[in-house]
């Protein structure tokens, strides 16, 4: 019997749309975002002992304990850029949204204040590294193919970016796992949460600072499996830079106007409101 799938990663990254995809490819699979059992067990008195994200990280520490190189244990993990993940789960877990009010400049300050920003670009070093003894950053990563394969003996993993299409993912789980999976569309998506409206909107008027900005996307995570164009591409975005192509006189916009082609600017960028 084959050992199960375990879908490892931090939250909101699209993972659930994997963990679905291979339990409909009739593979038993197991979908942690933590499995030292430090965290779980700090995690299960915040939030209970019984709930499914700490029975599967229990159930995956086993898995990968009793892995061999006969019986290697298979591990997808995925990555997305850290500041729309870090306010995708900002608004996920209501628990750091305290604020009443709906005003964008307020929230933003609250986001940048309360929010753990350095989960997302920490989190493979806190976790793969810290558990099974794998430090990404020590091997080059294909920026264009968006996903490699590491091969430890008793343990292999697949890295997937999250921006990759639903048939890149496919394609990559597929070969992984020796079986057809089909990733669909995204599930645990914001735009779709009771939160929408006010997600949306943040993200379309969302202004960060140059620091806080250039310090997430200049972190070892982004530069390792990101390309610099999309990089740059995301800097003007959430620095609200006209990208060249639209000249000077975006400047001089204000109001809905201004609105208007900041909502432009996610959609250049990748970033409408529809994310996870």
Same mark, same amino acid.
């Given at each position: 019997m084959k050992s199960p799938v375990i879908v490892w990663t931090m939250g909101k990254v699209g993972s659930l749309s994997v963990y679905q995809a291979v339990k409909v490819a009739r593979l038993e699979a197991l979908h942690p975002h933590y499995c030292d059992a430090e965290t779980l067990e700090r995690m299960g008195k915040r939030i209970g002992h019984d709930m499914p994200v700490i029975k599967h990280g229990r159930d995956s520490a086993a898995v990968i304990a009793a892995a061999t190189p006969k019986k290697p244990a298979l591990i997808i993990t995925m990555v997305r850029t850290p500041i729309e993940r870090n306010i995708s789960s900002y608004f996920h877990?209501? /628990?750091?949204?305290?604020?009443?009010? +709906?005003?964008?400049?307020?929230?933003? *300050?609250?986001?940048? %204040?309360?929010?753990?920003?350095?989960?997302a670009v920490d989190w493979l070093d806190a976790n793969l590294k810290k558990v099974i003894g794998l430090d990404v950053? /020590?091997?080059?990563?294909?920026?264009? +193919?968006?996903?490699?394969?590491?091969? *430890?003996?008793?343990? %292999?993993?697949?890295?997937?970016?999250?921006?990759?299409?639903?048939?890149?993912?496919?394609?990559?789980?597929?070969?992984?796992?020796?079986?057809p999976v089909a990733v669909g569309r995204d599930v645990n998506v914001g735009a779709e949460k009771s939160?929408?409206?006010?997600?949306?909107?943040?993200?379309?008027?969302?202004?960060?600072?140059?620091?806080?900005?250039e310090r997430m996307l200049g972190s070892r995570y982004a530069q390792h499996f990101w390309p610099r164009a999309r990089l740059e591409e995301l800097r003007r975005f959430w620095l609200r830079e006209p990208p060249p192509s639209l000249g000077r006189r975006v400047k001089y916009m204000a109001g809905d106007r201004w609105r208007d082609v900041s909502a432009w600017f996610g959609r250049a960028a990748g970033l409408n409101g529809s994310q996870r």
């Open positions: 877990n209501q /628990e750091y949204i305290n604020v009443t009010t +709906q005003d964008v400049g307020e929230m933003t *300050r609250h986001f940048i %204040k309360s929010y753990p920003h350095k989960v950053y /020590e091997e080059p990563f294909n920026k264009r +193919q968006g996903f490699r394969v590491y091969d *430890r003996g008793r343990h %292999k993993v697949l890295l997937l970016r999250s921006d990759l299409t639903q048939e890149a993912q496919s394609a990559a789980v597929s070969d992984f796992v020796g079986r939160y929408a409206k006010d997600y949306r909107t943040f993200i379309d008027q969302i202004v960060l600072s140059k620091d806080h900005v």
